[in-house]
């Protein structure tokens, strides 16, 4: 009999399942769905929100999806693993329904809150505590509602992270994570443990926050009611979840200091792994718990985000026409013209305020456009080589926090399924990029593994992982790629 593991990763653009053979560690089957990315609603300006119910009605359609295609048996499903979007606030009334649409990961409108708890709390106790500031996060976006919307904050019964509600929605259970907690900045890195400080400060009562599980632990069990909806049994433990970024690392079995990973969907991020407490003083990179984090054995996630990365493209995308142009055919475009798209430069921080400009709501711009001289072509390549260029200047702040830049892993997905994104990526920042036939759905597949006692550890986990390719630095293009960056920093320099 096969034993099978569900891996969820409930993106902003989509949510993915995979379900993979335990015993190979090669995918069976695997779904992303809507086909079209699901819509981010902004009802203000740099507000971002989406419907929670949306992400679990994607996840009934994708684990069909993946059971029709594999035909699992009963009793070959063993465990299910959730990769989610991070730093989201979702609340929930008694009833565990839903009160008002999750106020996602880019939404910006807890700013002002966030910089205010930094000032009256103070840096030295913020940096080193909470290894960031409050900022834009989930406790400032839940002492926003607090402010806001006092009568439906009155309602609350728990708060949670994306992933924290879609297992809410298999098992019954509210739980939540040290990962989760300390991408909210509700966790205090010095105690080991909540808050107090914070939570005192925004007013907030304990009692909303979730009870910790492990990452890799029993979390709870599909209930009847979820397994009927589903198509799966009852009973299936949810042995793992963590935030998307330190789950892509994971998926990468990126675990140990001096590893980096990265990925570029809605959001393109470098995460790296540091076993000390560091952290930027201007909060423009954060320092999160990782998947491995034990207290007497600290792991840290050190994790460079920027808002305007798949979500700059697939804007181009519609505004070229949707549907009737590819992500593939906007590739081979843009490559048609040279290095520097002829001088067109794109600064993309149109997806909220951006933590690597410390949050500010810089915007979206095209700078040097020539209509004379440039096309759709330029515009395409200018997309993709701006988008790196802010990678860049994020990866200059992270080699300034003693980071050790030299490897990079990446997942064959998103924009690094473009050789022009892989090229520039590789030449601005100067660095190998290794490519793995992963996601973050099968690294949350793998994760369950482990969590459910199938995987003795890391080393078992990813013995199916493959390396596809190897990509270096050219000295040539890493020239070409600086004067890119050197066009982009004055770019920036005009608009901020
Ligand atoms: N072939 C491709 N080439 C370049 N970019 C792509 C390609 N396919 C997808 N993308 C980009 O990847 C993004 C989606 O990535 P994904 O990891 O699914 O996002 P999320 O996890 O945020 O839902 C899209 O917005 C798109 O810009
Ligand atoms: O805010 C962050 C990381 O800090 C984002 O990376 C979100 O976690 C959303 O991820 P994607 O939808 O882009 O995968």
């Known amino acids: 009999m096969r034993r099978l593991l569900i891996g969820y990763d409930i993106g902003s653009s989509s949510v993915k399942a995979t379900l993979l053979d335990a015993d190979t560690g090669k995918v069976v089957a695997s779904e992303g769905l809507p086909k079209v990315e699901m819509p981010i609603n902004a009802p203000q300006k740099d507000w971002a929100e989406q419907d929670p119910e949306m992400w679990w009605e994607y996840i009934i359609d994708t684990t069909k999806s993946i059971v029709a295609k594999a ?3 009963k009793g ?27 106020i996602i990961w880019c939404d910006s409108r807890a700013v002002g809150i966030g910089n205010k708890a930094f000032e009256e709390l103070g840096e030295e106790y913020c940096l080193p505590s909470l290894l960031n500031s409050p900022g834009n996060f989930t406790a400032s976006k839940l002492k926003w509602v607090k402010e806001n919307e006092p009568g439906l904050y009155s309602k609350i019964h728990k708060i949670m992270l994306p992933g924290d509600y879609i297992a809410m929605k298999l098992s019954g259970e509210i739980k939540t994570s ?62 793992y979840r963590a935030g998307d970024q330190p789950n892509n690392a994971f998926s990468l079995n990126v675990l140990e200091e001096g590893e980096l990973a990265t990925t570029a969907g809605t959001s393109g991020t470098v995460y790296g792994v540091s076993t000390k407490p560091v952290y930027d003083p201007k909060s423009r990179v954060n320092t999160f718990v990782h998947v491995n984090h034990r207290q007497e054995n600290p792991h840290y996630g050190v994790l460079l985000c920027i808002n305007g990365t798949g979500i700059l493209n697939s804007w181009i995308k519609k505004l070229l026409g949707g549907e009737s142009v590819s992500y593939p055919e906007m590739n081979d475009l843009a490559q048609e013209t040279q290095i520097g798209a002829e001088g067109l430069s794109f600064i993309p921080f149109g997806n909220g305020v951006e933590r690597i400009m ?7 711009h095209m700078m040097g456009l020539n209509l004379l001289q440039h096309d759709r072509r330029h515009v395409l390549r200018a997309v993709q080589e701006g988008i790196v260029s802010s990678l860049k200047y994020g990866f200059d702040i992270m080699k300034d926090m003693g980071l050790n830049l030299n490897t ?51 080393e078992q986990a990813f013995a199916g992982l493959e ?22 920093q004055q770019a920036l320099g005009r608009v901020i």
């Open 178 to 239: 040290e990962t989760g907690l300390s991408e909210g900045i509700f966790w205090d890195f010095k105690v080991n443990g909540l808050s107090e400080k914070l939570l005192g400060n925004y007013g907030i009562d304990k009692s909303l926050i979730a009870d910790v599980v492990p990452s890799f632990s029993e979390q709870g069990k599909v209930t009847k009611k979820a397994a009927e909806i589903l198509g799966i049994e009852e009973g299936v433990p949810i042995t």
């Open 467 to 488: 390396k596809l390719s190897s990509f270096e630095p050219e000295t040539s293009k890493v020239e070409a790629y600086k004067e890119v960056y050197g066009n982009w």
């Open 71 to 73: 035909g699992i048996k």
């Open 76 to 102: 070959e499903l063993k465990a299910i693993g959730i990769s989610y979007q991070m730093h989201g606030l979702v609340c929930v009334d008694e009833n565990h329904e839903v009160i008002r649409p999750a």
């Open 408 to 458: 990079v892993k990446a997942g064959k997905a998103n924009m690094f399924l473009s050789p022009l994104f892989r090229e520039a990526f590789v030449n601005m920042n100067e660095v190998v990029l290794e490519l793995y036939d992963t996601d973050g759905a099968q690294g949350a597949a793998r994760g369950a593994g482990i969590g459910a006692g199938i995987y003795s550890g890391a």
């Open 358 to 364: 410390q949050n500010q709501a810089v915007g979206a």
